[in-house]
């Protein structure tokens, strides 16, 4: 079963930097990935290992409507600003995760939620949308 991670508010918090996480394939919409940023459950970041497989993916591609849905996912970033700051610190801070981000496709600056799937690889969204 995949484990989603999206990000939460950590910072505010004095805590270390965490992401939330859901259900499986639930990235591969716009409406699972909004419930999952307003939903604020936990998941640690460290779990990330210099061997770790990552995969970087583009809210572009994400099933949905696109243009009704931005609205609703902008609201859940909006919401969420700290805990967006809090996860691109966390991989900045990260050198084996950072290391494996190619800066051209998966701009930490524009990482707005990760997946740790059930095999132990991550999946790092991308909002490309600007």
């Known amino acids: 079963m995949k484990l989603l991670a ?7 918090l004095g805590a ?8 499986a394939g639930a990235m591969a919409n716009y409406g699972s990935l909004i419930s999952s940023l307003n939903a604020n459950k936990m998941a ?6 210099a061997t770790s497989t990552v995969n970087c993916v583009k809210i572009s591609t994400l099933k949905g409507d696109a243009s009704g849905d931005a609205t609703a996912l902008d609201n859940a ?3 969420n600003s700290a805990g967006v700051t809090s996860l691109k610190a966390a991989i900045s801070a990260n050198a084996d995760l950072k290391a494996k981000l190619d800066p ?10 990760v997946t740790t799937e059930a095999d132990g690889s991550f999946t790092v969204y991308v909002d490309d949308r600007a």
């Open 77 to 79: 970033l909006s919401k």
């Open 16 to 23: 270390t930097p965490m992401v939330a996480y859901g259900q």
């Open 6 to 12: 999206a990000l939460v508010v950590a910072t505010a």
């Open 44 to 49: 640690d970041l460290t779990t990330f290992k």
């Open 104 to 113: 051209t496709t998966c701009p930490v600056d524009d990482i707005v939620a």
